[in-house]
């Protein structure tokens, strides 16, 4: 073959791709709607607290589960920070090999411990395990531990596509579920007995809880804490986050593709000349949740990534102690900095700030990554 023929195949497989991704895209619809979702019944939300109550006066064990090369940022780090500040359980970071833990869409953390010793510290198990969204959803020592916990009488709790890597373990076989809106189709084909549950946050059945998608994590913790330590606590800690209500609602036809959604996406990702590397300064006690929801957020405009730095390589500790790793020494030429003001707040300045640096249309991508409901 010549190569301008060569060439010449190349673009015409580059523009019947193009051709048939405009196709899809223009199939998909104009806008999301928005619909009045009724509130969550009084008896199902006791029944959730009913379940996740630790049933005994003992200070409850909590192990937040992370595979070292992959897992999501805000699910490995927000329910770690959530509950350490409230002070009601003891909270372990856990990996499944020795090593920091390399998370998505950016930081570096370095674990408590791996699952093996954890075991050898508590063979009677957690009173609950975390199971946060992971880059494999069928690693055979995730799944073989989520079984052991489960035989030991641990609550799951699957926050956002960690629900598929529930699923994956077998543990949502006939029963209901959410999970994150990109990833539920996929759950449901490759686990067909889940009972799909829309319009709702959190979703209990058995021993396990599914959450929607990333900042589910934020309801899904205080209504744990609530489980635990009662509403007074859980009231406490959300205006610590600025968080004023934390029900299960949810609008589940909100969040889906959309024409807007994909062409905003397409744009940048094609403007490959055109990225910013934003700079985020670790300092001792900063909040590890605003970290994790600044970093997510700024990392997922498919404009932008962000990385921190440190004056030495050594971990920096947060405000609930969680160990960052810095990506660098060297300090970035653009800095992300964020008010100090509350986890929630920050989230939404965020989400503000993407808005006038690449438009208000990028802002929704990453609301819509996020599955985060906007307020006006």
């Not at 060569?6 to 791709?17: A, R, Y």
């Not at 960690?162 to 990109?182: E, I, Q, S």
């Not at 209990?204 to 309801?219: E, K, N, Q």
Request: with cysteine; charged share 20%; glycine share 8%.
């Amino acid at each position: 073959m010549s190569r301008s023929v060569f060439i010449w195949s190349g673009v015409t497989l580059f523009v019947l791709c193009l051709v048939g991704f405009a196709g899809w895209v223009f199939s998909l619809p104009a806008a999301t709607a928005s619909a009045e979702v009724p509130m969550v019944p009084r008896e199902e939300t006791d029944a959730m607290l009913d379940m996740l109550s630790p049933g005994t006066g003992e200070r409850p064990l909590v192990a937040v589960i992370g595979l070292n090369d992959a897992t999501e940022t805000t699910d490995y780090l927000m329910p770690t920070g959530i509950l350490r500040r409230a002070d009601v359980a003891d909270v372990v970071m856990l990996a499944t090999e020795p090593g920091a833990v390399q998370l998505y869409p950016a930081l570096r953390v370095e674990p408590d411990a791996t699952i093996a010793e954890f075991d050898a510290r508590h063979p009677g198990g957690a009173d609950y395990v975390i199971v946060p969204a992971m880059s494999r959803d069928d690693d055979p020592v995730v799944l073989a531990w989520l079984m052991s916990q489960s035989e030991k009488g641990a609550v799951i709790l699957g926050i956002c596509a960690g629900a598929k890597v529930v699923a994956a373990a077998g543990l949502l076989d006939g029963k209901r579920a959410t999970t994150h809106w990109y990833y539920l189709n996929e759950m449901l084909e490759r686990s067909p007995a889940i009972d799909y549950v829309a319009d709702r946050r959190m979703v209990a059945d058995g021993d396990v809880v599914t959450t929607t998608g990333i900042s589910a994590s934020m309801p899904m913790m205080l209504t744990l804490i609530e489980a635990i330590a009662g509403r007074a606590k859980a009231e406490e800690v959300a205006r610590d986050l600025g968080i004023e209500a934390w029900d299960g609602r949810h609008d589940s036809a909100a969040f889906r593709f959309t024409r807007p959604f994909a062409t905003e996406i397409l744009a940048n990702t094609l403007a490959f000349w055109n990225r910013d590397r934003w700079g985020i300064a670790l300092t001792r006690g900063i909040d590890e949740v605003s970290l994790a929801l600044v970093a997510d957020a700024w990392s997922r405009t498919y404009r932008s990534s962000a990385v921190t730095f440190a004056a030495s390589s050594d971990a920096v500790v947060t405000a609930n102690g969680v160990r960052i790793v810095p990506d660098s020494t060297v300090r970035p030429s653009e800095i992300l900095s964020f008010p100090e003001q509350s986890p929630a707040d920050v989230l939404d300045f965020t989400l503000g700030e993407i808005g006038e640096r690449y438009g208000a249309r990028t802002a929704d991508v990453v609301a819509m990554q996020l599955e985060y409901p906007r307020g006006p």
